[in-house]
């Protein structure tokens, strides 16, 4: 098990994907916004893969939720794919399901 969170930019099928991977608990999430914020300034991807998270909490929500947001702000959706069955229950008690757009 991984003790960091990861993640990558690249494009697949002509949109750009983001890919988190890794830790993506609370206390793990500084360090890997910075470099997010760092190398995508404009956060110009609409899909962003879960499926490679190997912890997550209720701060990857509060994360997606704000990336969300940003991207209705600028006219776009953003589609939240592979996320786990303990995620989506997550998503369902804070009633965030309705908010945000996870994919099968």
């Not at 939720?65 to 786990?84: D, F, K, P, V």
Request: glycine letters at 4%; hydrophobic letters at 45%.
């Amino acid at each position: 098990m991984s003790t960091t969170s990861r993640w990558e930019a690249r494009p697949v099928d002509g949109a750009q994907w983001l890919f988190l991977q890794g830790d993506w608990r609370v206390a793990e999430l500084a360090p890997a916004l910075r470099t997010i914020q760092s190398a995508h300034p404009s956060r110009d991807w609409q899909d962003i893969s879960l499926a490679g998270l190997e912890e997550a909490d209720s701060s990857i929500l509060a994360l997606l939720l704000e990336w969300t947001q940003e991207a209705h702000r600028q006219g776009q959706s953003l589609r939240i794919h592979a996320a786990s069955a303990a995620l989506l229950d997550l998503a369902r008690l804070y009633r965030l399901d309705t908010l945000l757009q996870f994919q099968p």
